[in-house]
């Protein structure tokens, strides 16, 4: 199992992207008590009608005051645009990683959305594998400036399995695995935990209560995010976890 002490926003339930994708909301969201906030997910460029970009986000982020010790983490979900194909993936990737290193804890490459799934396809697993080698080297170009940013992938449950030898590989720190949430437990988690170098493994959906919580973590999982507990009940939900 993955310990939470290797990233330490784990220790408490973060809040999962989909939430607030300008950042409008952070100073709100980064104040009632998650390990971590992922915003996003944005495209680095807007999207009419559908995303704001990227540049408005961490103008937003970089405004913040963080002068006083930072305890939640922040995180940049990177979606794409429609006209992207899997051989645009490490570019854009790599522009998002850039444009978000000034102000994220780490960014994740989001492969859960239903219009990025087809860049999981078997026909496209040679291009994708190669995007993710090419953005984790520029993760390491930009690390040498002196500021570390983390790298995570968030993907379907089903997906994750066919990624994680290359995550592993490359570094990348977080594997975050959406979970229906109508699913009852978390036995397959297990398969994708344990070994070395693996990048720490966050489960979301399907987390309703403390029960939930205490069994992802004993099936594996390092920590949890939050989606439609919050959607219901606010910042009222971390109660529901205690």
Same mark, same amino acid.
């Given at each position: 199992?993955? /310990?939470?002490?290797?990233?330490?926003?784990?220790?408490?339930? $973060? @809040?999962? $992207?989909?939430? %607030?994708? %300008?950042?409008?909301?952070?100073?709100?969201?980064?104040?009632?008590?998650?390990g971590? &906030?992922?915003?996003?997910?944005?495209?680095?460029?807007?999207?009419?009608?559908? !995303?704001?970009? *990227?540049?408005?986000l961490?103008?937003?982020?970089?405004?913040?005051?963080?002068?006083?010790?930072?305890?939640?983490?922040?995180?940049?979900?990177?979606? @794409?645009? #429609?006209?992207?194909?899997? =051989?645009?993936?490490?570019? =854009?990737?790599?522009?998002?990683?850039?444009?978000?290193? #000034?102000?994220? %804890?780490?960014?994740?490459?989001? *492969?859960? /959305?239903?219009? !990025?799934?087809?860049? @999981?396809? #078997?026909?496209?697993?040679?291009? *994708?594998? /190669?995007?993710?080698?090419? &953005?984790?080297?520029?993760?390491?170009?930009?690390?040498?400036?002196?500021?570390? &940013?983390?790298?995570?992938?968030?993907?379907? *449950?089903?997906?994750?399995?066919?990624?994680?030898?290359?995550?592993?590989?490359?570094?990348?720190?977080?594997?975050?695995?959406?979970?229906?949430?109508?699913?009852?437990g978390? %036995? =397959?988690?297990?398969?994708?935990?344990?070994?070395?170098?693996? #990048?720490?493994?966050?489960? &979301?959906?399907?987390?309703?209560?403390?029960?939930?919580?205490?069994?992802?973590?004993?099936?594996?999982?390092a920590?949890?995010?939050?989606?439609?507990?919050?959607? =219901?009940?606010?910042?009222?939900?971390l109660?529901?976890?205690?």
């Amino acid at each position: 199992m993955n /310990a939470p002490g290797a990233l330490p926003w784990l220790a408490r339930p $973060g @809040l999962a $992207g989909g939430i %607030d994708k %300008d950042g409008s909301r952070a100073a709100e969201l980064l104040g009632l008590g998650f390990g971590s &906030v992922e915003f996003g997910s944005v495209t680095v460029h807007p999207v009419a009608g559908s !995303n704001p970009g *990227l540049a408005a986000l961490v103008a937003r982020l970089s405004a913040l005051d963080r002068s006083a010790p930072q305890r939640t983490a922040i995180g940049i979900g990177l979606g @794409l645009p #429609p006209e992207a194909t899997a =051989e645009t993936l490490a570019d =854009e990737w790599q522009a998002g990683l850039a444009a978000a290193w #000034p102000v994220a %804890d780490y960014v994740s490459l989001n *492969l859960s /959305a239903r219009a !990025n799934q087809r860049f @999981l396809a #078997p026909v496209h697993r040679r291009t *994708l594998l /190669a995007a993710l080698r090419t &953005v984790a080297a520029c993760r390491d170009r930009l690390a040498e400036a002196g500021r570390r &940013v983390l790298l995570a992938i968030k993907i379907p *449950l089903a997906e994750a399995a066919g990624l994680l030898e290359t995550m592993t590989e490359t570094g990348f720190a977080q594997l975050t695995v959406v979970r229906p949430d109508h699913r009852a437990g978390f %036995d =397959e988690l297990a398969d994708l935990t344990g070994g070395i170098g693996r #990048p720490a493994l966050v489960a &979301v959906g399907g987390i309703r209560n403390a029960a939930d919580v205490a069994a992802a973590r004993a099936a594996g999982a390092a920590g949890v995010q939050l989606h439609r507990l919050f959607i =219901e009940h606010g910042a009222g939900c971390l109660a529901h976890l205690t």
